[in-house]
């Protein structure tokens, strides 16, 4: 079974910031691409940030400058070091991660169960 777990979400205020951690636990063979989504009410779920195995990072222009994502692939953990936080940053955060859980399997995508963070005054 593979759980992806968050933590690290929040009350904040305006211009202040957070940290959020997702660790990846039980058994695979590999983990590929690690990202971070949000949704805030009434919207659709969306990009914040993604980090593949090798390459180059992608962030949504709304966060560009200001979020930063990373990863420990010894520890299975993806990080988001969100800084300059603004009301509009309020959602809810999920971290998702394609992986393998066999050598010969495909890939498949799972989702953590969300952590909220709140920017307000």
């Known amino acids: 079974q593979v759980q992806l777990v968050e933590s690290g979400g929040g009350l904040v205020q305006p211009g202040g910031s957070l940290r959020l951690s997702c660790a990846a636990s039980g058994t695979f063979f590999s983990i590929n691409a690690m990202g971070w989504y949000r949704q805030a009410p009434g919207q659709q779920r969306e990009l914040v940030a993604a980090i593949p195995s090798g390459g180059s990072t992608n962030y949504a222009a709304s966060v560009k400058g200001r979020f930063t994502i990373s990863r420990d692939n010894a520890k299975n953990m993806v990080y988001l070091q969100m800084n300059s936080l603004k009301p509009e940053d309020t959602a809810v955060y999920y971290c998702?991660?394609?992986?393998?859980?066999?050598?010969?399997?495909?890939?498949?995508?799972?989702w953590g169960q969300g952590t909220q963070v709140t920017v307000s005054s």
């Open positions: 998702n991660a394609d992986l393998k859980r066999r050598a010969w399997s495909t890939l498949e995508t799972f």
